[in-house]
């Protein structure tokens, strides 16, 4: 009992002596009290949130504070969000923070990925979108590929329609050049061809009330990895106040159905947050009527105040699917196979067609544990733990045009990633805060592939690789916050162990020592000034950005029965490199309600890996016997604009446009003789309105549109680049929300690709005219 009354005690004692308050009223316009309007408190350092609800009479109260400095927002329904300045609070002080919220306005963003740490939009000095939850649901989107479609600087190939390979390019480049996050730890699959997200994207189902941060340009000195044309953050929900949710159900087109519930909310004065959402996506039909897919994703997390300056989460995300899948265009006839030809669906080329027998089984998993403090005013910590762990099953049969097996066939990849952070921020004074951090990484990859018309095909792989890398980071802000200074920098190091093959006879890469192989070297600075008195931001970003060699790069080979193993890898590949940069310029009119933006980019990618069939490799000096695979070369450069636009004219009216200029152009053609980065459009824009027609009534209206983009064709003997249109989709939706008390019900439908344009994504056919409608039930 002594050594029980000791411990409580020491919990008990930071309260005593380091805990604040902030208190105040919430008020519209006319000075009126604005009941249960959304307040949440957050740490500009450790990124802590507390939160609260404005009571009848607009006034709110947040206790048991640690002193530092935070950030205050205040959201409510049919006002403009406000964001406070941010301020200091000093232990044991009571600050009174009084709110008027405006009828009108943009949406104040607080965003986190540009540095890792909470920031105002004044403070960023990088370009950011920000898709929130608010227009997750409006424009009712399923999945994290569709919420970014309408992005300045994004572009999202779709292969087909839901469950269809997904992937996400920035600024011109690759899809292996973004890394994704879920709460600002990577998401990867260690089994892909590069190890990067694309895998994954597919499946990844909005199950929660998420948000969306998307960085544009060199993110790897903060997050390390694949983050060399940018960094897609999604932002789950902590939770805390009154418990609150929703179930939802929508049904359409392709043989659609969609279901989703969220819950989230707190215990014990909220020493306890936690959230919850479940979505479920089936598919009878499809793109050709044949494309069945299913889908179950489930986030949740939970969050254990231990004291007013520390706190347990725990965190996971994951999915289950199973689809059938098209076989790849094919080429009809003989072409040339050199220079551009139009692209016309069964006259030169065959858009992807069924294959009866191909389907896919996939899942991922990624869960965290975080335990974050604040031991000293000024100084945060975290220490975490990430597990991902992704599994893909690929079945294959005779049927079907085009190559296919001689049998039935199956393939599996399975990937792991356990790394541990941690991670610490100190404010050292009051113009400078300090980061650093340790991380540590292992990654893992297992192959297996059974041919069942021939056992003795049988094939296995695994690898496994480990990774020290350090990071720190220098934020510094001058002139009452109006000029933001950064640098950054990170050095990652890898450990190879030695693969293992089945069968072990004759198996490459055996009895060979590895040296480590070199390391990852990356840094960047950014720097934004902000004039008050007109509303203008100039910002400017230079990094080095990088993606480590995946282990099926380094390890990848083939089996056959008859000629053995065919090797790909080369485990002395260097990380690949890259240099960028971008200048920006912000600016707000009419006292906020409208936001311009233009920034120039350019990123060159000096060290790549590529897939070498030109003859380059010589066997005979190569140290694996190797004439096809994996080499260091040049890479090529995007540069270009992109524009945004926001406006909110009148209460419950928002506009928004995006407007992007690329061209990305290789060192050497990839395919054919055209050095025209493939898939990649010069020019996109979209345009999105989303209004209040009454207190009940919404609509949404939204435009994408893209110019032509090239993309190459295999057939079975020859190989040839054609020009397919760019995408025309108009897309209209609306909803009707019916109070019910505390409760409410919202009936929403939805008209996407109105024109019926007949697109095609490298080749497959994307869905025309669909419709959906259902209900959601909030409570």
């Keep these: 009992m002594k050594y029980i009354t000791t411990l409580l005690s020491l919990l008990v004692l930071p309260i005593a002596i380091r805990a604040a308050s902030v208190h105040g009223n919430v008020t519209d316009p006319q000075g009126r009290p604005v009941a249960n309007a959304a307040i949440r408190l957050i740490s500009t350092a450790g990124g802590s949130q507390w939160t609260a609800a404005s009571g009848p009479a607009g006034t709110y109260t947040i206790d048991n504070i640690p002193p530092g400095d935070y950030l205050l927002r205040v959201s409510s ?35 986190v990925t540009a540095s890792s740490t909470p920031q105002t939009p004044v403070e960023v000095s990088k370009a950011i979108t920000v898709v929130d939850h608010d227009e997750i649901d409006n424009r009712d989107t399923p999945d994290l590929a569709t919420a970014l479609l309408l992005g300045p600087g994004i572009r999202v190939q779709q292969q087909g329609g839901p469950g269809a390979l997904s992937e996400i390019q920035i600024r011109g480049l690759r899809p292996e050049d973004t890394a994704v996050l879920v709460d600002g730890l990577r998401l990867r699959d260690a089994s892909a061809t590069q190890a990067d997200a694309s895998a994954l994207i597919e499946d990844f189902l909005l199950a929660g009330d998420s948000r969306i941060e998307v960085l544009r340009g060199s993110g790897s000195s903060l997050y390390g990895t694949n983050a060399i044309g940018g960094v897609v953050n999604v932002i789950t929900s902590q939770g805390g106040g009154r418990t609150r949710g929703s179930v939802l159900v929508e049904g359409g087109s392709l043989g659609t159905f969609r279901g989703r519930a969220q819950l989230e909310g707190g215990w014990l004065q909220d020493r306890v947050q936690y959230s919850f959402g479940a ?28 004291s007013p300056a520390t706190r347990l989460t725990a965190r996971f995300y994951g999915s289950n699917s199973f689809g059938k899948l098209n076989s790849s265009a094919d080429v009809i006839g003989t072409p040339p196979g050199t220079g551009v030809l139009p692209a016309i669906p069964f006259v030169n080329f065959l858009p992807a067609p069924d294959n009866p027998d191909y389907t896919r089984a996939g899942r991922f998993f990624t869960g965290a544990l975080t335990l974050a403090s604040q031991p000293l005013d ?10 991902v762990d992704s599994s893909r099953r690929y079945a294959d049969g005779p049927a079907g045009v085009s190559y296919q097996p001689s049998g039935d066939t199956r393939s599996l990849y399975d990937g792991q990633i356990q790394t541990v952070n941690a991670h610490a ?27 069942f018309t021939d056992p003795a095909a049988a094939s296995a792989t695994n690898v496994t690789e480990r990774s020290h890398a350090v990071f720190g ?3 510094l802000r001058f002139l009452g916050g109006r000029l933001q200074i950064s640098a950054a920098f990170r050095a990652q190091f890898f450990e190879l162990q030695a693969p293992a093959f089945i069968p072990a006879d004759s198996a490459p890469y055996q009895g060979i020592p590895f040296a480590s192989p070199a390391a990852a070297y990356t840094g960047d600075g950014s720097a934004a000034y902000y004039f008050k008195k007109t509303g203008t931001k100039l910002r400017a970003h230079t990094g080095r950005g990088y993606r480590a060699p995946s282990l099926f790069e380094r390890f990848g080979a083939g089996f056959d029965p008859t000629f053995g193993y065919t090797v790909y890898g080369d485990p002395r590949l260097t990380p690949e490199h890259s240099t960028s940069l971008d200048a920006g310029l912000e600016q707000t009119f009419w006292t906020g309600r409208i936001k311009a933006s ?62 992007t200029f690329v061209n990305a152009v290789e060192r050497t053609p990839i395919a054919g003789d055209t050095l025209r980065t493939f898939s990649i459009p010069r020019n996109q824009f979209s345009f999105l309105v989303t209004g209040r027609l009454t207190s009940r009534l919404m609509m949404i209206f939204d435009v994408l549109v893209s110019s032509n983009y090239l993309t190459p064709v295999y057939g079975e ?56 409608a259902g209900m959601q039930v909030e409570f």
Excluded: C
């Design 77 to 111: 329904s049919g006002f403009s969000e406000f964001l406070a300045e941010p301020f200091h609070l000093e232990a044991g002080t009571a600050r009174i923070e009084s709110v008027a919220l405006e009828i009108a306005g943009l949406r104040a963003e607080v965003v």
């Design 279 to 306: 979505s479920q996506l089936y598919v009878a039909n499809g793109v050709d009527g044949d494309d069945p897919y299913r889908d179950t994703s489930a986030q949740a997390s939970i969050t254990f105040h231990l």
């Design 378 to 387: 000024g100084l945060n910590y975290s220490l975490s733990y990430q597990s």
């Design 425 to 451: 921020d100190y404010r050292l004074g009051r113009h400078n805060l300090l980061t650093g951090g340790y991380e540590f990484e292992n990654e893992k990859f297992a192959y297996d592939n059974v041919d």
């Design 473 to 475: 980071q220098d934020q």
């Design 598 to 659: 233009a920034t120039y980019f350019y990123t060159w990618l000096q060290n790549v890996i590529t897939f070498d069939t030109s003859g380059l490799i010589d066997p005979a000096a190569d140290p694996f016997a190797r004439f096809i695979g994996y080499r260091n070369t040049r890479g090529g450069i995007s540069r270009g604009v992109e524009s945004s636009f926001a406006m909110s004219p009148a209460r419950g009216w928002n506009i928004s446009a995006g407007y």
């Design 717 to 772: 003997t020859v190989t040839q680049v054609f020009r397919f249109d760019g995408m025309h989709r108009i897309n209209l939706g609306g909803s009707y929300r019916l109070p019910l008390g505390d409760r409410a019900v919202r009936f929403f439908a939805r008209g996407e690709n109105l024109l019926r344009q007949n697109y095609f994504e490298a080749g497959f056919p994307t869905p025309g005219r669909t419709g959906r």
